[in-house]
């Protein structure tokens, strides 16, 4: 592990507990002016690019309590050598967890790790309809234990009372700082914190039901180490270190080469934006999870079909499909083995694309960016502009393609029915770029 030099210093350090979530914080943090870099996992090195903020998306949300504060620690330690002035533990939204972790136990062992007896806890997200109200949750218009979070099957949400949710998961006192204070504004809250804090209190879940709420608190974490909440947090931390709305905060290098889309998500959304593309007459072509099952070299035949078509514009191969087909293959392959089998081919037709010259390259689906990311060898991606929320363009070098690569992993309900051709057409404005 490399120790950072000075002018390589972060100012902020996260550990976000999954890897679309990560991309969600990273994304407003650069909106709100912080050049941002997302690491896939804890490095092995020291940062290459230079960044205000640096977010280390982890899978770290359902696993054993006991791994989850060892990586957790183990990524503190590392955004530590490179210097992070403040740490941010980021959520769920939803405040996604079981009565045995992991926020309440990461928590604390940050706050151990740091030092540090107070802390914060609100995966407030108003842009996103997630609001908390006296401690409550919501969302949209329902309280958390109404809104479908209480079938989650991994992580069912039947309380929507954080401070008794956050209570149950922590030997620490929990506090709340309600509506009434935050609305008072900065001062108010920070002496609201020592109230909370000469009372015993160590981690305080605070309301918010507004942008204008995070932004009021944002000033009143500038010297707390440790803060921990949903994405929302974001967009008030900036300021303090002295940093402000910067457009230029979101400028990658300039895009170029073939762009080719891979979609293994089978989603309502995704299959809308799948027919919207080849309905605007663009190359397409549909992959067989069956076919990839028989032994057939599905790789081999799409990289060859894409090498016809690439030179005239973007490309798409998908497997994505309707529910109906979906259940049709699991039921003849079993559901583990047929998304194992589509996201190893899908990974492989993304790096044999990129192989082939593609620089701009869109992934659809959650668990399939991640087995693509993983297959190019990507650890480390700057973050660009937001083509929708919650997807920006990043740009990332890999061994494939040392100059660097544009790429943005769209997770499944996410992005408008036009995303595969507006996410090139947003590069091109960009960048003046001749199709
Ligand atoms: P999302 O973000 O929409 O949830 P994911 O990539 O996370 O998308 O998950 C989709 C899963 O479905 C992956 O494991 C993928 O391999 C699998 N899959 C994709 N296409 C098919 C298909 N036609 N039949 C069965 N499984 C599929």
């Not at 706050?111 to 107070?118: E, G, I, R, V």
């Not at 008794?164 to 922590?170: G, I, N, P, Y």
């Not at 070098?397 to 790429?407: D, E, F, N």
């Amino acid at each position: 592990m490399t120790q950072c030099d000075s002018a390589k210093r972060i100012a902020l350090g996260c550990i976000a507990d999954d890897f679309t979530g990560a991309t969600d914080l990273a994304n407003n943090l650069v909106r709100a002016g912080m050049r941002v870099v997302q690491t896939i996992g804890i490095p092995d090195a020291g940062l290459s690019i230079e960044a205000d903020a640096v977010v280390v998306a982890l899978k770290s949300r359902t696993i054993a309590a006991s791994e989850a504060v060892e990586q957790s620690l183990r990524a503190l330690r590392w955004l530590q050598s490179q210097g992070a002035q403040q740490i941010y533990f980021k959520y769920c939204s939803t405040f996604d967890s079981t009565p045995a972790g992991n926020i309440g136990p990461v928590t604390d062992a940050l706050m151990q790790a740091l030092d540090t007896h107070f802390t914060v806890a609100t995966p407030a997200f108003p842009d996103n309809q997630r609001c908390v109200f006296k401690g409550y949750l919501f969302a949209g218009d329902l309280l958390l234990s109404e809104s479908g979070m209480q079938n989650h099957p991994l992580t069912p949400m039947t309380d929507p009372n954080l401070v008794r949710v956050l209570q149950a998961q922590t030997q620490r006192k929990v506090g709340l700082v309600d509506y009434q204070v935050v609305a008072q504004g900065s001062d108010a809250i920070r002496a609201h914190f020592d109230t909370l804090k000469s009372q015993g209190v160590e981690i305080a879940i605070v309301d918010a039901l507004s942008n204008r709420d995070l932004f009021a608190l944002g000033p009143a974490l500038r010297s707390l180490p440790l803060v921990t909440a949903g994405s929302g947090l974001a967009i008030g931390l900036p300021e303090n270190f002295g940093i402000g709305t910067d457009s230029a905060a979101a400028d990658l290098p300039s895009a170029a080469g073939l762009q080719a889309i891979v979609s293994g998500s089978c989603s309502t959304t995704t299959n809308r934006q799948v027919m919207e593309f080849i309905q605007s007459g663009r190359p397409a072509l549909a992959i067989n999870p069956l076919h990839i099952a028989s032994g057939a070299d599905v790789c081999t035949q799409t990289l060859a079909w894409a090498g016809e078509h690439l030179s005239s514009g973007p490309v798409l191969v998908y497997s994505t499909a309707e529910p109906e087909a979906v259940r049709t293959i699991q039921s003849q392959l079993g559901v583990e083995n047929a998304g194992a089998l589509v996201e190893q081919t899908i990974a492989a037709i993304s790096c044999g694309l990129v192989e082939m010259g593609v620089r701009q390259l869109v992934v659809a689906g959650g668990e399939t960016s991640g087995a693509c990311v993983q297959a190019l060898g990507i650890a480390q991606m700057r973050i660009g502009e937001q083509i929708d929320p919650g997807v920006p363009w990043c740009f990332a070098s890999t061994k494939l393609a040392p100059q660097g690569l544009h790429i943005t992993l769209k997770s499944g309900n996410f992005g408008s029915p036009d995303f595969f051709t507006k996410a090139f057409a947003q590069l091109k404005l960009k960048h003046e770029l001749p199709y």
